[in-house]
């Protein structure tokens, strides 16, 4: 029986056969870092209100037993679920998941209380990013936040997104890298409304007032998310594609694509090339919608390996960053998380096994007989060989090795809580 280090040789010599260095795709796959979501593993529920009652488009199904409940029982999962991912990556926080003793609300959440996880994070060796929760919250009036039309509700979140900021810079500035902040808000109508324009002006003046105070952008930098629909905003959403296309480019914030925030037939391969041609970066969340924006784990469907092939085929990874969002209370939460994640990098991996100038030069000497015929073949390539010799240099569990350990971890600890 062949090793997983023979079956790469082998793999690496066919590769090779076609112009592909599988060694240097590992390495830059190596560098690439996955934010990873910390709201699978408690159903977005956070630790800021006492029973965390999701409202606001959020709506995680399910009751699959072991769920975290504290700081403390997140991060244990958390390390667990790592330790199965090959690489270092980061961890994507949601403001609600502060850990402190404080009795403390939106408006006043401080850096200090976020101290816990950046030591964790140190510790681990991890990056952090950052979200300002404009949801699960008594002051989410009539399904609105920063386009109220009460200056009072919308002067509470909009401090709620200036601490954020602040959170985020200091994320940064302790760790090392870059905590990216990402705005989203769910405001809108359940039925058509009158008027359209109005709450978008009030969203852009909001928005405009929270990024008044420019901060080191070594530490931390902005983004603004889109959203079609969701539960309670079926007919109109303020913060759309069109909005965040415009408010990102016009105010230098990066335009985060998510890929269940759009119509069921649209999808944001197509987009990242345009948006690279005039966006300060491009910031991704990997889910996948089923029917609408359901968030369902990332299988390696055809719109994740093309949203790889984007990113690869024309050299954006140093502009993008890629973090996940998914929830899904029906199964392990914990293999939700290394499924997802192991998905959306062997997504890249294959597109970095491509021979991709040589299909561009296809193109463009209009020899697409040769591009159709190099493509389709590529499909029936080891790819999984190099990801499974990945998993070994990395330490991490091969195949489905892996669910054997979330299994165990099941029994001897979520099954305890």
Known sequence: MTTVAERYQI????YAAIGVDTDAALERLQQVKISMHCWQGDDVKGFLLPDGELTGGIMSTGNYPGAAHTPDQLRQDLEKAYSLIPGKHKLNLHAIYLDT???VDLNELEPRH?????SWAKEQGLGLDFNPTFFSHPMMKDGFTLSHPDEDVRNFWIEHGKRSRKIAAYMGRELGQTCYNNFWVPDGFKDNP??????RKRLMDSLDEIFSEELDERYTQDAVESKLFGLGAEAYTVGSHEFYMGYGLTRGKMILLDAGHFHPTEVISNKLSALALFGKGIMLHVSRPVRWDSDHVVMMD?????????????????QAVIGLDFFDATINRIAAWVV???????ALLKAMLEPIQDLKNMENEFDFTSRLAYTEELKDFPYADVWNYFCEKNGVPVGLDWLKEVKEYEATVLSER
Request: aromatic share 4%; charged share 45%; proline share 2%.
């Open 101 to 103: 003793d404080e009795q």
């Open 302 to 318: 055809d719109e994740l390996q093309d949203i790889a092939k984007e990113l690869v085929r024309n050299d954006l990874l140093d």
């Open 340 to 346: 997802g994640t192991r998905n959306t990098q062997k």
């Open 114 to 118: 976020f101290e816990k996880w950046v």
């Open 194 to 199: 009158v008027d359209r324009l109005a709450p």
């Open 11 to 14: 793999a690496k010599e066919r």
